[in-house]
């Protein structure tokens, strides 16, 4: 008799068990499961995305006389090196960051005076591109910060370190999204006269539009290839 209670109790808790391990593999995931999912994707979009989907042929500003234009886009470098993109005390901050590339585009405004070069460096998690940001000029100084992307035998040819006027620096989650901007004529920035700082202002606002565009969230489609729940 006692035998068979005990075979009993065996079986009773075999069978628990089995049931919790199959509610383990069949339950869905669970919602922080679900925020780290979304983080990975974030995080994984420099690489994944297709170059064309970072930075647009075309990217919309607000025009300094009012009214919208749209943004040219020139070229995209093949290159992601983190220390061949910034300026030689920025790169020592990305390399103690953690820098895992940094993407590089050029783009003209539509009147085709002003250059605007936008780099995205991806770096590992928030915390260590808040730690990054520190590393680049604030306000509209150039330096130090992003190096120009030019392109021979287009209208960026000229575009140098000397050329740039102005930058920003912006930051969401594992990213930060520097520009550096410089006249099309390619006047070195001493010889600029009286500065005009409203003319380079279009290049922060598609940089924030590329920013905003590789941080936002998506939820998570756990049935599909792209994702890892």
């Known amino acids: 008799?006692?035998?068979?209670?005990?075979?009993?109790?065996?079986?009773?808790a075999a069978g628990v068990a089995g049931?919790?391990?199959?509610t383990e593999l069949t339950r869905g995931p669970s919602t922080a499961e679900l925020h780290a999912a979304a983080e990975r994707e974030i995080a994984a979009r420099w690489r994944t995305w297709p170059a064309g989907r970072i930075f647009p042929a075309t990217l919309p500003y607000s025009a300094e006389q009012g009214g919208r234009e749209r943004a040219g886009r020139i070229g995209i470098s093949?290159?992601?090196s983190c220390a061949d993109s910034?300026?030689?005390?920025?790169?020592?901050?990305?390399?103690?960051?953690?820098?895992?590339?940094v993407l590089r585009a050029t783009y003209i405004d539509a009147l085709r005076g002003v250059?605007?070069?936008?780099?995205?460096?991806?770096?590992?998690?928030e915390l260590s591109a808040v730690r990054a940001k520190a590393a680049f000029a604030t306000g509209d100084r150039p330096t130090p910060g992003l190096r120009p992307l030019a392109f021979p035998g287009t209208v960026a040819d000229r575009f140098t370190a000397d050329v740039r006027?102005?930058?920003s620096v912006r930051q969401a989650g594992p990213y930060l999204v520097l520009t550096t901007a410089g006249q099309v004529d390619g006047r070195p920035a001493d010889a600029a006269g009286e500065p005009r700082p409203a003319i380079f202002a279009f290049g922060t606002e598609i940089a924030e539009r590329v920013l905003s565009e590789l941080s936002t969230p998506r939820m998570p489609d756990c049935a599909s290839r792209e994702w890892r729940c």
């Open 19 to 22: 049931s919790a391990a199959g």
């Open 1 to 12: 008799m006692a035998a068979s209670a005990l075979t009993l109790v065996c079986a009773v």
């Open 115 to 125: 250059l605007v070069t936008i780099g995205v460096v991806a770096l590992p998690d």
């Open 78 to 80: 093949p290159r992601t």
């Open 86 to 101: 910034v300026d030689a005390a920025a790169a020592r901050a990305l390399r103690r960051a953690g820098c895992r590339g």
């Open 165 to 167: 006027q102005s930058g």
